[in-house]
Nanobody, 116 residues
Framework: QVQLVESGGDLVQPGGSLTLSCAAS????????MRWYRQAPGKEREFVAS????????NYADFVKGRFTISRDNALNTLYLQMDSLKPEDTAVYYC?????????WGQGTQVTVSS
C-alpha cells in the first residue's frame, strides 16, 4: 500500500535552516507529482510546494518563494524540502502528499518549530 514517511522536523531558531525528507513506497514514485503541505495549530492545512515527476516543473506558495526549495531523488523514492530563512510563522506540522487516481495520500507529518 501507499506509504509516505516524513522526517527531519526539529526546533530551529529564526533565520535557520532545515531539510525535510519524505520516503515513499507502495507506488511508482517517479511517475507522480509530489507535494508538501503544512498545518499550523488552529489553522487549516495549506499548500507549500509541488514538484513534477521529472523535476521539470515546480510551484510554490507565495509565503515560501525564495526561501524553500522542493526536490526529489527518484532513485531513492524520496522527496525533500529545503527550508532556509525560517520564520516563527513557519511553525507547523509538514506533510508530504501524493494524489493517485483522485485519492490523496498523506504521511504522518513532521513537526517544525521556529522559535528563539
Amino acid at each position: 500500500q501507499v506509504q509516505l514517511v516524513e522526517s527531519g522536523g526539529d526546533l530551529v531558531q529564526p533565520g535557520g535552516s532545515l531539510t525535510l525528507s519524505c520516503a515513499a513506497s507502495g507506488f511508482t514514485f517517479r511517475n507522480y507529482y509530489m507535494r508538501w503541505y503544512r498545518q499550523a495549530p488552529g489553522k487549516e492545512r495549506e499548500f507549500v510546494a509541488s514538484l513534477s515527476w521529472n523535476s521539470g516543473h515546480t510551484n510554490y506558495a507565495d509565503f515560501v518563494k525564495g526561501r524553500f526549495t522542493i526536490s526529489r531523488d527518484n532513485a531513492l523514492n524520496t522527496l525533500y524540502l529545503q527550508m532556509d530563512s525560517l520564520k516563527p510563522e513557519d511553525t507547523a506540522v509538514y506533510y508530504c502528499n501524493v494524489a493517485i487516481a483522485s485519492v490523496d495520500y498523506w504521511g504522518q507529518g513532521t513537526q517544525v518549530t521556529v522559535s528563539s
